[in-house]
């Protein structure tokens, strides 16, 4: 790890003024300075800052970008009104890794591919450009990276467990200073720029994360496919909402961005099944020599947590 900078900040706009990365919880920007993917010079401690979860006027909740992901998920509003949240807390990670994690670094999760992770290999994600050559991982090991919205120069795939949960519900994430981005939409997919993960600018400060009053999102549910029941990532996820003839629908582990199944949800709400949903959505799959297999499987998963929340 290359030598860098501490210090702590007392309020936002000093946190800003700093020039710095944040650091809140560290459960990834740490493991990518060790890899010296990051070298920051100065690291600025933001985890003490915007620690309450509010219920809003409207019904809705506010959520401070420093509240622990372990806070979040036992929360007693967001497991009676927003399950779905909770459960991809949980499923998300150990319990050592969420009472560290924080909403806003959740959110801001880098790609676990493990070209962008290993300095030695090109990667456009890393060193950005747009060169297909810079991208060893359409040739190489792909198995669990991107079927839907990658490009010739990344097929990575967003590892956020959470942000799969909040665009569904349809959140929206609170910037200092600026306004609120809306999920989906705060994510971006690779296009000309992957080394771009979002919509923020170098220096920008998620203060919050809220979500809407969503009478539907006490029925919903989150299902996760992983290689072992043990911490790890998703092979593909889903989040599912019902109810009143509405439905919610977004996808984890098969895009550079949390995936929402807008196609799908058309189907549902004309009355259509979910085998007709699934693959209306997957239908725009480009699956790579190696992940054809997460196809039937995200279509499998949507039609389990169908059933799940129609029961």
Known sequence: MKPFAYER???????????????????????????????PELLVDVRDLNTEIEETADGGLRIGAGVTNSALAAHPLVRERYPVL???LVNGASGQ??????????????TRCSYFQDVTKPCNKRQGGRDPKNCPAREGEHRNLAILGHSEACVATHPSDMAVALTA??????VEGGPAIPMPGFHRLPGDEPQRDTLLDPGELIVAVELPPLPMAANSVYLKVRDRASFAFAVVSVAVAAGD????????????????AERAEEVLRGG??????????????????????????????LVQALGEVAA
């Open 97 to 110: 890794l969420r009472n560290l994690a924080t909403v806003g670094g959740n959110l801001l999760q880098r």
């Open 245 to 260: 003839g509405d439905f919610r629908v977004a996808f984890g582990g098969v895009a550079h961005v949390p995936w929402r």
């Open 86 to 88: 909770s459960q991809s």
């Open 9 to 39: 900040a007392s309020d936002a706009a000093s946190a800003i003024a700093s020039g710095g990365r944040y650091l809140a919880g560290g459960t990834n920007l740490v493991d990518l300075m060790k890899l010296e993917v990051e070298t």
């Open 272 to 301: 259509g099944s979910a085998e007709e949903a699934a693959d209306a959505e997957l239908a725009a799959a480009r699956p790579l020599r190696d992940n054809a297999f997460k196809v039937p499987l995200a279509k499998n998963l």
């Open 169 to 174: 519900l349809g959140a929206s994430v609170h």
